[in-house]
């Protein structure tokens, strides 16, 4: 395991000397210092740490960050890091993917990641388009939007990442906004303690390409009444005057008015992120604007075993039950002798 | 008595004996003829063996999709093939019997499993007519037997199922052929023992048929006389054992991993014929081997890849099709230069083409199926045991070099077994991987992961973990010596020579090519992979004729050896046989400027010694 060290670290001690090649404006600025700000308070000295991506704007982010780093090839960030951390789990080992880079070309890796439970800490980067490619429509884009190859609007349906995570088994998922400072290092802070996969999808935007993708969820204007703040064992409540919460009709949400129709706060449902059954983590993950607030923060966080330790425990268990004999594995079960 | 008793009747004494067995893939003729290749060579004859698996698990019982083959040569001598045809051919039912009688010299001893001989099975297998009573067979010593009728009255009173019992035959066949030859039948027995040790009504029956066959051999007057192949004595003293090749290369490399005190990662993900290396290391973690049964042939290479920059001998395996698969991220290897082994067991194709065959199509594939200038050290295997030393010396160089290294075999080699001189861990040779683990040997200089040893042009392998080593590497063109990202123009010019120069430099490593025969004449005959055995018999046999022939065989297809342009200007004719439409022949054309012949048969089948003999004579002055 990580350990954290003594000595206080600093966002500066996780900056490279190379110079960021993000368009200016671009949200990914904003993740980088968050991430910086967060492993600096976590206390793990850089060494015993590895940044992993595949390929697009958002994968470019290992070469900012002053740990160990792999920018590997399209897709393929969360097999890279299995391997990586099969082979080295001292090693916290985080990767940083596009919605493109994760849900395209690496969609079968990180569903099979997800169900694994790899010791890793994924930042998906979703700015519903292809930045780095200049524009084409992505697996998070809405139907109807027009790009360089969607000149008359995408018939493409797009993908809930949240709701593909839980269908994947995923044990720690979580969302924020990249200009929301406060929930996003929340969230970087539960993803770093979480053991097994950490999913956190980040809403980003790209101004260059998809500027103002996520302008109704992270406007100051719009933040409080189109987004809600999921908190383990509080109620859903939201709205600028925190008057509005959702309330469990069954296994349907529905948004209400606190004090209107009899409607108080003890009716509301209340978040349980440590629930072993799915059902509600995915009914959270389907809650979509405008019919609901999107939720933000941890979703769902449960225990489950995870992969790398699992992989290590039998190799620990092997090598103390049956003691290694090269030769004999050579001589194999029967020999004979000529001459 | 016992299966080990001598035969009263007259023996007759044969240098070597090529016998076939046949039947459903479910009659268990896979384990039948292993377990008479074992005896043979605890016995101690020099053996090759051959399966001849279908592509299909259980098609349909008694179809000639169904028909599973296994053939073994064992002979009083060193012998490199497993046969080009057999002596004696065992088949289990009329579909064996019409899928493998081609294979059957004339006047060969032929035994028929009479009872399936019904009319269903002959319709399946499209016979009009029963072949063994219509006399289309009497080229043959036919043997008729009543295997499930003898297999049945052996086996009254013990209360066991139709069913069971059927299962039983093979030993009744294997008794008989144990008797015919003189193998001696503990080790079988003791295999039962153990095989059925949670079964002891099993394993009595099948004890009784396995004696009921011998006996049965001895007692009726079928047979008028046995056979006996004395042990070889040409074979170089050692403690030896059967190896397949797919476990001589799992093995390799796991000795690879310790003699580097390294441990081992392998990423795959099942395919024929290379999933038996992925099942041979699951059961090797007391040796610090990791498995990752990957989604796919990309993830089960990337992760190693991961593997390897966490700083452990990391391993891929798959066939073709996964190659095709992996070829983005083997450049991402080569170009991040970290040591990685591919092993491709070559299966037919294109596509999912012949999954149980064999064939040598995927030289040009490892060789330059990547986009961008993308070199990568290739190394062939030429036979089962000889896999071991071939994975061995692609570690080696992967780690010296660090650089990802294509090994090949192919299906022949994976699966058939031979005889292998057991090797002595402590003479093999050391690896030193030679890891960057401590910013102290930087002496105060920066750290350059891209700075170059002045021999091996090999960059330094930084120990993950180690504080002041962070540095970050990727696919994109990087600055010599820094790896920072670069897009300069001279720079990519510089770095593609240099990963070139790097593989290239191999080469000064590579011994001096090895000929059997003299060192120049009128024909060369050059080979890589498997063919090998079946070319230096063929050659072996003309040389004893007095005709001008030397054979060689490569196992470095990339780089080539240095002194082999100079040995081809010394025949006259140099023949290149492959089981390919002409692979290798291509590259040293392309790198020689010579006119090499070629010869090719591509029918997912190993070349015989016969037609290689011709082939040869074809191009020998006449
Ligand atoms: C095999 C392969 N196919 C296509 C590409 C081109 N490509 C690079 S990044 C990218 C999409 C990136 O989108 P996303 O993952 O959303 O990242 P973003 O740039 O938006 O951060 C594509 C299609 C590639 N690099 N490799
Ligand atoms: S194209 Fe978009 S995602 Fe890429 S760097 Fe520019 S703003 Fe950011
Ligand atoms: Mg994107």
Redesign the interface.
Known sequence: MTLATDIALKPKDFATDQDVRWCPGCGDYAILAAVQRALAKQGIPPHQIATIAGIGCSSRFPYYMATYGFHTIHGRAPAVATGLKVARPDLQVWVATGDGDSLSIGGNHFIHLLRRNVDLKVLLFNNRIYGLTKGQYSPTSELGKKTKSSPQGSVDNPFLPMSLAVGAEGSFLARSIDVDAKTLADVLAAAGAHQGTALVEILQNCNIFNDGAWDHLSSKEFRADQTILVEHGKPMIFGANRDKGIRLNGLRPEVVKIGENGVTEADLWVHDAHDEDPTRAFLLSRMEYPLFPVPVGVLRSVQRPVYDALVNAQVDEQKATRKANLQGLLNGRSTWVVG | MTASATSAKPREVRDSVVIRFAGDSGDGIQLTGSQFS?AS??A?NDTATFPDFPAEIRAPTGTLAGVSGFQLHFASRDILTPGDRADVLVVMNPAALAANLKWLKPNGILIANADSFQAKNLRMAGYAENPLEDGSLADYQLFQIDLSRLTNDALQGFGLSAKEVERCKNYFALGLVFWLFERNGE?VEGEIRRKFAAKPVMMEANLKVFHAGWDYGENTELFALSYSVPAAQD?????????AGNEATA?GL??AA?KAGL?L?Y?SYPITPASDILHTFAG???????T?Q???E???I???????????L?VTGTSGPGIALKS??MG?AVM?ELPLVIVNVQRGGPSTGLPTKTEQADLLQVLYGRNGESPMPVLAARSAGDAFDTAFEAARVAIKYRVPVVLLTDGAIANGAEPWR????DALPTIEPNLLDDAAKLEGGPLLPYLRDVETLARPWIK?????????????EKWDKTG??SYDPQNHHNMVKLRQAKVDAIAAEIPPMHLEGAPEGDVLVLTWGSPYGAALTAVRELQAQGRSVTHANLRWLNPLPLDLGALLLKFRTVLVPEINNGQLVKVLRAAYALDIKQYNRISGQPLSVMELRDAILNVLPH
């Open positions: 074992a060579a605890l101690g080790m074979i170089a003293p050692g403690t030896y054992r059967s190896i093995l796991v000795a310790h441990d990662f990423g090797l973690k007391e040796y610090g081997v990791r990752f990957a989604e796919d990309i993830a089960a990337c992760a190693a890849i991961g593997a390897a920059y966490g700083n452990q990391a983005e991220a991402l991040t057991i090797p002595d861990v993950l973990g180690t504080p002041g080593l962070e540095h970050r590497i990727g696919g994109i920072h990202i």
